[in-house]
């Protein structure tokens, strides 16, 4: 069975679901070259795929579903992003095989990405976010399975709470967005600042969770406490000072995670879950999921969706619609689902590619050795292979990697490589089993879902890799999930004592590079000392010589 979801609005997407397995998930923007990008899924779809049948534009698509519930006219799943073509498209491919398009609320996809991508039987499922359509209490729930009824009791959301068990997800709790919306208080910040939060540089909230580490938390938190509703912050005319930034940035900061935890706290103690699951945009604050193991010590195991923004929408409604739906059983992920969905490049394509640059580059055959001797060296290396991560977060498919024991390595990487702020850290990827030596939790965070603090007698080992607080947002990698990556991280720990690297994603302000003329392009133009093929094993350098500027 075949179901393609499809994302429109913003962080345009779409997904091929296979037998209940995501086979592919793309981005609109990895193409466009410019974050959060405005647009219809269906139409990107559509078009990336119309060079090529190998993923089945027609025949063999059983399903189609938009995970992202909003009003809109008979026969179209949104009128403000519809283009009527592809609508038709669609249409022609269902009425083959009799079946329908599936419209499927905003917080129900969140929360099905979440706890379908997990292993848990069951579990309480939090999805965080600006704001979304849902479904209000008390509206038929045969309303999901027909997309042309639509319900009187929708209502607007950024809080919801569910519980999941074996192929069913039960909605708990809706809390309406005028009473608590974290993401709209974030975005208002950035916003107020003149920091951005979406098309075409995509959001710094990232940044304002780095600069709360360095922050007075006192100095705003009351004022943010009394502001997570729909409204607009005014910061009293405070100006754009890294310090005065930093303030905010740190009240911000402890508001969220304290009026979070003031809302969570009583499901967690009616429940008494074992497993957490949480989706939605607000879940990328990986500090404040980092805290929940501390807040509550009964919570066991806490999985987060691999792509909680609204990227991922494509994905949760086609997981619901396989198995909440059409009732089909639960896959079992052999660790943790693998999030690099993006579309493989064949050998010869990225051959052909690095031929066009002939006359900047020099190519040479390489091993995982020589990577690893390099990095030692404190040469920066960007590496391409596999396919693309899904997700904000780069996991050494399309990474920079680098020697976390280095002491200049952060403001180098900061200053020459991402032209980004001096206080912006770095993550380490470390293989699973070290975790326990390092770090003061032994958990799994696969997608850099949390912050956890360094053991204090070997954060000195590791100085590009901590935060200024002491901390980092780990990505522990085991061999199932990334077996070159996890390799690679080996053998650098086996010649050097560190089974960890820095790794950022493989950009320049611009999205993750998606293909290899992408990777190429932003190499020449950062001061990265190498670039890595790994699949193809070729080294790719600078000809001094020719024109790389």
């Not at 209502?155 to 999941?164: K, L, M, P, R, S």
């Not at 809706?174 to 107020?192: A, M, R």
């Not at 720990?493 to 960890?500: A, D, H, L, N, Q």
């Not at 590079?513 to 190429?520: F, G, K, L, M, S």
């Amino acid at each position: 069975m075949k179901i393609i979801g499809f994302q429109s609005g913003h962080d345009v997407s779409y997904c091929v679901l296979e037998n209940g397995i995501p086979i592919l998930h793309e981005e609109y923007e990895r193409f466009l070259r410019k974050k959060e990008p405005i647009g219809d899924g269906l139409k990107f779809y559509f078009d990336i795929n119309s060079f090529s049948n190998s993923h089945g534009i027609d025949d063999d698509v059983d399903y189609f579903v938009y995970g992202n519930h909003g009003t809109r006219p008979r026969g179209n799943y949104d009128n403000r992003w519809t283009t009527p073509e592809y609508t038709e498209k669609m249409n022609k491919i269902l009425d083959k095989k009799n079946k329908k398009l599936y419209i499927i609320g905003h917080h129900q996809s969140h929360a099905a990405g979440a706890f379908y991508s997990s292993n848990f039987d069951e579990a309480l499922i939090i999805t965080i976010d600006g704001m979304g359509n849902e479904k209000g209490e008390g509206a038929s729930e045969k309303w999901f399975d027909d997309c042309d009824t639509i319900s009187a009791r929708d209502i607007t959301t950024a809080f919801t709470v569910w519980e999941g068990k074996d192929t069913k997800i039960k909605r708990l709790k809706v809390f309406p967005v005028n009473e608590i919306t974290f993401g709209h208080l974030w975005d208002s910040t950035l916003k107020y600042f003149g920091m951005s939060n979406g098309y075409p540089y995509g959001s710094q909230a990232g940044t304002l969770m780095a600069m709360a580490s360095i922050g007075d938390s006192t100095k705003w938190y009351d004022y943010c406490m009394s502001n997570f509703s729909m409204g607009k912050p005014n910061f009293n005319g405070v100006s754009n000072d890294e310090k005065n930034i930093c303030d905010v940035a740190a009240g911000l900061q402890k508001a969220t995670e304290d009026k979070f935890k003031e809302y969570i706290t009583p499901f967690i103690e009616k429940y008494n879950p074992k497993n957490l699951c949480f989706s939605g945009g607000v879940s990328l604050n990986s500090v404040m999921l980092g805290k929940i193991y501390d807040w509550f010590p009964n919570v066991e195991n806490i999985h987060c969706d691999p792509i909680p923004y609204d990227g991922g929408l494509c994905l949760g409604s086609a997981y619901y619609l396989y198995h909440h739906i059409l009732g089909n059983p639960r896959t079992k992920w052999d660790g943790s689902p693998s999030s690099s969905l993006g579309r493989r490049y064949d050998n010869n394509i990225i051959k052909k590619t690095l031929d066009n640059y002939s006359e900047k580059i020099v190519v040479e055959k390489c091993d995982d050795d020589k990577i690893v001797d390099l990095l030692d060296e404190q040469n920066i290396i960007s590496v391409f292979g596999g396919g693309s991560e899904s997700g904000r977060r780069a996991l050494g498919n399309r990474s920079i990697l680098a020697d976390p024991r280095s002491p200049d390595m952060k403001n180098m990487i900061n200053d020459k490589v991402k032209h980004r702020q001096w206080f912006r850290p770095f993550a380490p990827s470390i293989i699973r089993e070290e975790v326990k030596n390092w770090f003061d939790k032994d958990i799994d965070s696969p997608y850099m879902s949390f912050v956890l603090k360094w053991k204090e007698e070997v954060k000195d080992k590791v100085p590009a890799v901590v935060h200024l607080d002491g901390t980092a947002r780990l990505q522990t990698v085991t061999e199932n999930y990334n077996k070159w990556y996890y390799n690679l991280i080996k053998k650098f720990g086996e010649k050097t004592g560190v089974p960890i690297l820095l790794n950022t994603s493989f950009n320049d302000r611009e999205p993750i590079v998606e293909t290899p003329e992408h990777a190429i392009d932003c190499f020449l133009k950062t001061n990265i000392d190498y670039l890595y093929f790994y699949d193809i094993g070729l080294l790719t350098s600078k000809n001094k010589l020719g024109n790389n500027k």
